[in-house]
DNA sequence: GCGACAG
DNA sequence: ATCTTGTCGC
């Protein structure tokens, strides 16, 4: 599938805010769900040594999480990570391997936050408005608000606010561990998301399409070191 | 000015 | 994210 959106990539930190705050209305809130026939998990990893990012989307079939395909591909690395810009550092790589997928999926599951963010557009939102699919943030780890510790039970949440918004939910995917960001990316609701959330999430603390995809660009990695070593 | 800060 | 030893909990 290609990007709907065609901006640069080449850009200054200060450009790419003001890009951010140009595109940040094209996120819609409400929800806007086809059915769910394929949903998708996308991660990226980095090689430092070959200044590469190196990107997996792993598609499955809903709601049986059968997998039906998985695809992977590079960028060179040419952003700095900065806390709040993290999109302009993995999507070039993330949109090329989307190319590569034969089975557009509903519904895009990313490890990182969506409208979370301190101008509403995380990655999760850059990448749903950019392929023109619903997608949902799933991030490890805070990057701006303020949130209650969550029930220790599986399913419980408290929201994460920001002044007087709420931005996402703190959520458990399984008891006794450390919960998970969930926010908004593109045409789902937050009630909605959590629901999806849950859905996919088994005995780990990450959703199953952003785990399976965090362990295939790894493996790829060490697939891309071992050969680079022995050249 | 100082602290916080997805991956 | 990535690097990286010993250590803590189940």
Known sequence: M?????????????????????LRDRVEL??????L?????????LDLQAGRVIAGVVIYRFPDLVEIERVWAEAPLTFPYIPGLLSFREMPAILAAFEKVHEP??????????????RRFGIACHLGVALDRPAIGCAKSRLIGRHEEPPAKRGGWTPLEDGE???????????????VYVSQ???VRLGRAIELVLAVS????IPRPTRDADHFVESVKRARCASSGQA
Do not use: F, M, N
Request: glycine share 12%; charged share 30%.
């Open 202 to 205: 088994d005995g780990y603390r």
């Open 37 to 45: 026939h394929r949903i998708a998990g996308a991660d990226a990893a």
């Open 185 to 187: 990316g593109h045409r």
């Open 165 to 179: 918004e709420t931005i996402g939910a703190v959520l458990r995917t399984r008891a006794g561990v450390k919960p």
């Open 105 to 118: 999926p509903d519904l895009i599951y990313y490890d990182g936050h969506g409208y979370a963010h301190p």
């Open 30 to 35: 409400e929800g806007r769900e086809r059915k």
């Open 2 to 22: 290609k990007p709907v959106l065609a901006h640069s990539w080449d850009v200054t930190p200060a450009q790419a805010r003001q890009i951010q705050l140009e």
